[in-house]
């Protein structure tokens, strides 16, 4: 089982549409979490960055923690043709913070 | 535009030659780390410098290897190259003293084809 885990789609919703991504971990050691966007032949960028079970909202992305069930969510708001990418979600293990643990990222296609 | 910048862009070698790629950090960064990744995979950490040690290995062999210079650039050098070795090579870098909990500024990477 890898300690991350994400649906990799492809994912596809229509231009306006709120979008839901999700991921899964396994390792009750993480406490920070990552969502990156990652455009195709270009490196992950950092979306949002969370710490706590709850809430963070960011323009039009909310992140979303549950760490009692291990779930992170990532919200689109408002989805544009813009958004299409891939979204990777990543945590630095408790244990050893100097790296970061990654899903296989989920690929999302906004159709206009 | 991003501040990390690596080279080159696209590199195609040969099975069993060695390979040297080249980041330079975003300003004031003095932890770079270098991720490998597949098609369709997440990036997989290789190793992290910070302030020119190595101060964290991934599960790679150590014909990977790496070094950090003084003016925030650093290298990824693999010997003796693999076909599985292909894979798009990223270049981070990060301003939190060597934990990756502050979250990384990443270059377009290095797409290397080893045939």
């Known amino acids: 089982q890898k300690e991350v885990e994400q649906d990799p789609g492809p994912l596809s919703v229509p231009e306006g549409a709120i979008v839901s991504l999700n991921c899964t971990y396994s390792?009750?050691?993480?406490?920070?979490f990552m969502w990156y966007r990652q455009y195709s032949r270009k490196g992950p960028e950092l979306l949002m960055y969370t710490y706590s079970s709850g809430n963070k909202e960011d323009g039009r992305f909310t992140a979303q923690v549950d760490k009692s069930s291990k779930y992170i969510s990532l919200f689109i708001r408002d989805s544009q043709p813009s958004d299409s990418a891939t979204y990777l979600c990543a945590s630095p293990p408790g244990d050893s913070n100097y790296q970061l643990i990654w899903g296989a990222g989920t690929k999302l296609i906004i159709k206009p | 535009e991003t501040g990390v910048t690596q080279s080159p862009t696209h590199l195609i070698k040969t099975r069993g030659q060695q390979v040297t790629l080249r980041c330079s950090s975003q300003s004031g960064h003095n932890t770079v780390s270098w991720y490998q990744q597949a098609l369709g995979q997440g990036p997989q950490f290789i190793f992290q410098y910070y302030r020119e040690e190595e101060n964290g290995r991934g599960n790679f062999p150590p014909r990977f290897s790496g070094l950090q210079f003084p003016n925030y650039s650093s290298e990824l050098n693999v010997n003796a190259l693999e076909l599985d070795d292909s894979a798009l090579y990223l270049c981070a870098s990060s301003s939190g003293q060597g934990r990756g909990d502050y979250g990384y500024t990443f270059g377009s990477g290095t797409r290397l084809t080893v045939v």
């Open positions: 390792n009750s050691a993480f406490q920070y």
